[in-house]
């Protein structure tokens, strides 16, 4: 082992692919991710040291000691280290804290780097060998005041809640996030909707029909409010239909950039009904290897980035591709893109294949139905990118008929570029109008005036509230499927529908926070908070410096309302204490929800909690004996999460996390479940659904 090089990653699944490139030169081991965290401990537990600096304590995450000193091992038979964690914040804090907790500054003897890669492949693991660096103190102390501010924010304000109404926690972010869910839930409950018509008349010409809708009357927008305004149009239609005038225009259709973390997320929502956290631990899955032929592989680039910029090579890659497989005339023009967002902070590409040549279709047998469904997405997101824009025709014809006026549009494609391998995830809609010219009479078949009402705004689907974040500056994309799902496991949100509709608890703990934390807790501030984080990470802020100017705002807005906040009382049973007679309420614990004397302390009277099982006339398919009951977990980190198992236990141990329906999968014969109005298989390995809701 003497003098051999060693790698250190913080994924066991990536330590294995890299080992395939590197060879036995090289040593390849795992973190298994981050190895510290801050302490517990100090005033308020915060873990830092608010009158030093802000200088954090760091103890080691539970069962990483020994891998650590497992490392250590290693570390001490290496000539050479490097540390080749992920190429963002987080990476370089977990290489630095290697770095710090193996006091790898005081070994003389060895040489040790931080390498970079943003893609599994082997040119790009033995470039990032040839290239190291030193670590980068800035994107660490970034980190650092991201997890501090965190921890801050967090146990200040949770304690807060906790105590005075019983709300589970708080976040910089999370509370931003629901912040926007109960305003627009507000909003839609104040909408009062309106009576509108339009009119529409179906026409013919040349045995071709077309539609068109009315417009204006005599060169004016008409708005019809009444059915009563809506008829008298109708009445005054009468004789031909003339052709006022007729417009064609030749437009453009350009593919959209290549995805970034964010953008990625909301389509995998919006097109493969993918929760954000699937999503992302789908895509670490492709980005940290798949085995093909019995070789792992990255097949995607990093997956955490804000920047829609491809490499030079890829590009090349890419238009030879395109050349051979599609044509010359389907190779687009090289757009230089950095980014679409003001908080674009690294230096990564964009989410694309690593190898171009590595269709979907060919890697189709390698991978699950889930991850084909997501590479093919990136895939052919990120070749259409490189292809030519689609050239369309738009048609614009005026009908007209005693001074009303209806707009028919027609739309052809006269040369479908990057729609050739597009089309199925953007659809473009042709509508042929007959060939008219002006002053031609036209048929009138149909006329009718159709009765609408003004929609309230739509709620949050999961691709609506990150693309809302990102365009806000709230977050990071990282960040964001974790935030997601916190509002749900906290109980301030459910989903109907796909959608986030807040609960009462959710309603209150916005309320409560904006009540007395509205300076910290709004949209402005949190984004102002993003870019002083960026601002570290460039070098040109303080970290220290920006934590005690947010402490110093915090803390008396913490104070104000320990003192001021209400609590709410609890609620009262038509119920009386066996014991002393009072009325019995319903507290909360530190293991969830009981109900209990309220002549507390004096009389200490728990009620016994009955055992009530509900029990469904559904038959467990794996046994096909027993029938499926709905049970509590009363334990571990799930404790308090409802779940569904088969009354034939122990004989038969089948669980299933959604509520079963009296079906099973036609493609693997598995109990189906309803999730969110969607009918889903329980079978990870089976993505069959039978989407009962309709897309967002």
């Known amino acids: 082992m003497m003098g051999k090089k060693l790698v250190i990653v913080e994924s066991p699944t990536k330590a294995n692919t890299i080992q395939k490139y590197l060879g036995n030169e090289y040593e390849v081991i795992s973190s298994v991710g981050h190895i510290r965290d801050l302490a517990i401990s100090g005033p308020g537990g915060l873990g830092v040291d608010v009158e030093n600096q802000f200088k954090p304590k760091y103890v080691y995450i539970p069962g990483k000691r020994k891998i650590v000193n497992e490392i250590k091992k290693h570390v001490e038979q290496a000539d050479v280290i490097y540390l080749a964690t992920d190429p963002d914040r987080e990476g370089e804090a977990i290489s630095w804290h290697l ?29 990032a060998i040839e290239n190291p ?75 071709i029909e077309f ?78 290897g798949v085995e093909v032929d019995g070789e792992p592989h990255g097949l995607i680039t990093y997956i955490r980035t804000d920047s829609t910029r491809l490499s030079d090579e890829f590009i090349q890659d890419a238009l030879a591709f395109i050349h051979e497989h599609y044509g010359h005339e389907y190779a687009g023009t090289i757009r230089r893109e950095t980014g679409n967002s003001k908080n674009v902070q690294d230096a990564h590409e964009a989410i694309r294949p690593t190898h171009i040549n590595w269709t979907p279709e060919m890697l189709k047998p390698y991978l699950s139905n889930d991850l084909y469904k997501l590479y093919r997405l990136i895939y052919y997101r990120a070749l259409a990118s490189l292809m ?70 739509a709620r949050y689907t999961e691709a609506r509230l990150i693309k809302e974040m990102e365009e806000l500056g709230i977050g990071r994309p990282s960040t964001y499927a974790q935030t997601m799902e916190t509002l749900k496991l906290r109980g301030y949100v459910k989903m109907e529908n796909r959608q986030f509709v807040p609960t009462e608890q959710g309603f209150l703990t916005s309320d409560r926070l904006q009540e007395y934390f ?19 990470a460039r070098g040109e802020k303080v970290w220290h410096e920006e934590l005690q100017s947010f402490y110093d705002k915090f803390i008396p807005l913490v104070e104000h309302a320990n003192t001021h906040m209400e609590k709410v009382a609890p609620k009262r049973l038509d119920e009386t204490c066996p014991l002393c007679g009072k009325p019995l309420v319903v507290r909360y614990g530190r293991y969830g929800e009981f109900i209990g004397c309220s002549g507390y302390p004096e009389c200490t009277y728990i009620k016994k909690e009955e055992k009530m099982v509900e029990t469904l006339d559904i038959k467990c398919p794996k046994c096909g004996e027993g029938y499926f009951v709905k049970r509590v977990a009363k334990k571990g980190p799930l404790k308090g999460r409802t779940f569904y198992a088969c009354n034939n236990y122990p004989k038969c141990r089948n669980i299933v996390t959604h509520r079963p329906v009296n079906q099973v999968c036609p493609e693997c014969g598995n109990i189906l479940t309803e999730k969110d109005g969607d009918i889903i298989c329980e079978n990870k390995s089976c993505s069959y659904s039978k989407k009962t809701a309709p897309d967002q």
């Open 211 to 288: 539609t068109g809708k009315l417009a204006s009357y005599k060169g004016k927008k008409v708005d019809l409010k009444t059915k009563q305004e809506a008829d008298e149009v109708l009445s005054a239609l009468t004789g031909d239909y003339r052709v006022q005038s007729i417009e064609r225009k030749k437009r453009q259709k350009t593919a959209r950039p290549p995805y970034i973390t964010s953008t990625l997320q909301q389509d995998a929502s919006s097109k493969l009904k993918f929760t954000s956290k699937k999503t992302m631990l789908l895509a670490q899955k492709l980005y940290e």
């Open 99 to 127: 770095y710090d907790a193996l006091g790898m500054d005081k070994m003389k003897d060895k040489q040790i780097f931080r390498v970079e890669f943003h893609e599994i492949t082997k040119n790009a693991i033995l470039k």
């Open 388 to 457: 030519a824009n689609a050239q369309l025709e738009q048609t614009t014809a005026i009908i007209e008929n005693n001074g009303y006026e209806f707009k028919a549009n027609g739309q052809v494609v006269l040369f479908d570029g990057y729609l050739k391998v597009y089309n199925e995830f953007e659809e473009t809609k042709e509508e042929q109008l007959p060939p008219l010219v002006q002053d031609d009479v036209v048929q009138c078949l149909k006329m009718e005036a159709i009765q609408h009402f003004t929609q309230p705004p």
């Open 133 to 207: 660096r030193q670590i980068d103190e800035n994107l660490v102390r970034s980190q650092e005041s991201r997890r501090i501010l965190d921890r801050i924010i967090g146990f200040k304000l949770s304690k807060l809640l906790q105590s005075k109404i019983k709300s589970k926690s708080a976040g910089r972010v999370q509370s931003v996030a629901l912040k926007l869910i109960v305003d627009r839930e507000r909003e839609i409950q104040a909408f009062k909707p309106e009576e509108y018509y339009t009119i529409e008349g179906v026409f013919s010409k040349d045995d």
């Open 518 to 536: 509205s300076d910290i807790i709004n949209v402005h501030y949190t984004a102002q908070m993003e870019e002083d984080l960026d601002a570290i």
